[in-house]
């Protein structure tokens, strides 16, 4: 089977830093991306990983644990226009489709 | 590049009515991609194609539902002999050279009453 766990709700204070975690059972594994939904929109792609290790994108960075089966994204200097659904997903193999976790909804406060 | 759209934005039909969606991904774009997604949870995959070809379908997908893609352009979703479980929102994305990297549209909100 196939499963994603991620928080499913993370509150921070606007200008900190937030972790959001996903851990994942999949039959096979070829890397994990993350994506971003605000309310009422479509998912946007944030970023990729398919080896160990951490991958910055601006403020957005995220990180990957193949030995863990896990990930992080990581939000620094927060906005509150970072207040959003993230979503964590894998690709079980290279051509395959991927698989969404359920989303971690991140409240910002002032 | 006008993005990934899908038409209707929203329908709202009656149970046991038939409902065709359409999705018109990035021109250059080989992958197309749909999902469904319902209030707090992600989206689900339901099938996905490669060019013209349908290259998999959930199992999850009963079969009511059908997807094509002519040509390898637009696509369309039909959902036969709606049922009111199927309410969501239907998304559509596409990529070009990567499964990860997707490019979804805004989506189609279907209510059955």
């Known amino acids: 089977g196939q499963s994603l766990e991620q928080p499913s709700e993370v509150t921070a204070v606007e200008g900190a830093i937030v972790q959001i975690n996903c851990t994942y059972q999949?039959?096979?594994?070829?890397?994990l991306s993350w994506y971003q939904q605000h309310d009422g929109g479509a998912p946007t792609f944030l970023s990729y990983n398919a080896l160990d290790g951490l991958e910055e994108t601006g403020r957005f960075s995220s990180f990957l644990s193949r030995s863990d089966s896990y990930g992080y994204l990581l939000l620094q200097e927060l906005q509150m226009k970072d207040s959003a659904s993230y979503f964590c997903a894998v690709n079980p193999a290279r051509d395959d489709k991927i698989i969404f976790g359920k989303g971690t909804r991140l409240h910002i406060l002032p | 590049d006008t993005g990934v759209s899908q038409d209707p934005r929203h329908k709202i039909t009656k149970r046991g009515q038939n409902v065709t969606f359409r999705c018109d991904p990035i021109?250059?774009?080989?992958?197309l991609y749909w999902y469904r997604q319902t209030l707090g949870q992600g989206p689900e995959f339901l099938t996905y194609?490669?060019?013209?070809?349908?290259?998999?379908k959930s199992r999850l997908l009963s079969d009511r539902f059908s997807a094509e893609r002519p040509k390898g352009s637009f696509s369309t979703l039909e959902i036969q002999r709606t049922e009111q479980g199927d309410s969501a929102m239907y998304l559509c994305a596409s990529s070009l050279a990567t499964i990860y990297e997707q490019y979804f549209g805004p989506g189609t909100r279907l209510t059955v009453t």
């Open positions: 021109s250059e774009h080989n992958r």
């Open positions: 999949t039959s096979g594994f070829y890397g």
């Open positions: 194609f490669q060019n013209e070809a349908q290259l998999e």
